[in-house]
């Protein structure tokens, strides 16, 4: 196995990771933020705490991508590849730090002691309301900008077919358009019109996890890639 079939497989497989913990922690986290009485209630805290730690790992794995990656993408064009592992730096941070009210919220409703019951419930809504406009910003809006600028420099290296490149270079702007639009108040974050500008982004990223675990680089481009790099070792 090449070193850049290694990469390729590596960042498949991270591709992957990323859907499921965040597919995963979505749907832990949903006791929480969707019910604003959680502070009051029995509360299921070990779900949310297992949610809390999916999006920690998520977080790492979309910066592993951008590591990954950058090796290839830089042959391309240094700049927009710098910028697409920046990018995805700043959606896990975004990510992570949307993880920290709600464990605040969890910390709330163990200790209601110094807080009033009439108090309690608008902050955990409003602590909750962080976290899903954090879940905005990143997996929407700084997630769109990243998917095309890798899907640009995917589609000008053939590294990948085209048709995964077109898919990419369609789903990051309209993924970003979505976001946009649920901002200003057009639709909710969970909606069908929020569902259908996510499908298109979340086929690029599998169908590139796939194709990365089971091809790897294009033949013809990774024979390439492996010839440069046998030269510049010998010199």
């Keep these: 196995m090449t070193s850049y079939r290694r990469i390729a497989m590596a960042a498949g497989i991270l591709f992957l990771a990323t859907h499921v913990t965040s597919i995963t922690a979505r749907a832990l986290y949903l006791p929480i933020l969707n019910n604003p009485a959680y502070i009051e209630s029995g509360g299921q805290d070990g779900q949310v705490f297992l949610g809390a730690l999916l999006e920690v790992l998520l977080a790492l794995t979309i910066v592993g991508t951008g590591v990954a990656l950058y090796p290839v993408i830089k042959r391309q064009n240094e700049g927009v590849a710098l910028g697409y592992v920046a990018l995805r730096t700043l959606e896990a941070g975004v990510i992570a730090v949307g993880v920290l ?32 406009w954090a879940f905005l910003v990143g997996p929407s809006l700084i997630c769109g900008t990243n998917t095309a600028l890798l899907a640009y420099l995917l589609y000008r290296s053939t590294l990948v077919p085209r048709f995964i490149a077109i898919l990419g270079l369609i789903g990051g702007p309209l993924v970003f358009a979505s976001g946009t639009a649920q901002m200003f108040g057009a639709y909710e974050q969970v909606s069908v019109w929020a569902g259908v500008g996510a499908v298109p982004v979340f086929a690029w990223e599998i169908c590139l996890a796939i194709y990365f675990i089971a091809k790897g680089f294009r033949p013809s481009v990774d024979a390439g890639l492996n010839s440069r790099q046998a030269v510049a070792l010998k010199v």
């Design 101 to 132: 009210p709600l464990l605040a919220i969890v910390t709330l409703r163990q200790d209601l002691s110094g807080l009033a019951a009439a108090d309690s419930v608008p902050l955990a809504s409003a602590l909750a309301a962080f976290n899903k």
